[in-house]
């Protein structure tokens, strides 16, 4: 198994408690849920060179702030 990299990471509440809440929907932590997050944008980029989809910035249908 690789080596984790451990880094510090501070999310507003509200963005922590709908990851919260998708974690546990999803039968994962709230890091495994993070790590599964960033993996598949990475993936994604990798086979179309894009970071994120083409709707990025459509207003989310949390409020976040």
């Given amino acids: 198994m690789a080596d ?4 510090p990471l501070r999310l ?8 919260m809440q998708w974690a546990e ?4 932590s709230v890091n495994a849920q993070i790590e599964y997050l960033l ?3 990475v ?3 990798k ?3 894009k970071y994120v989809g083409e709707d990025i910035d459509a207003p989310l249908d949390i ?3």
Avoid: H, W
């Fill in 25 to 28: 929907d999803d039968f994962r």
């Fill in 12 to 19: 507003n509440e509200k963005l922590y408690n709908a990851l």
């Fill in 63 to 65: 409020d976040i702030k």
């Fill in 47 to 49: 086979k179309d060179g």
């Fill in 39 to 41: 993996t598949e944008c």
């Fill in 4 to 7: 984790k990299k451990q880094i």
């Fill in 43 to 45: 993936k994604q980029r």
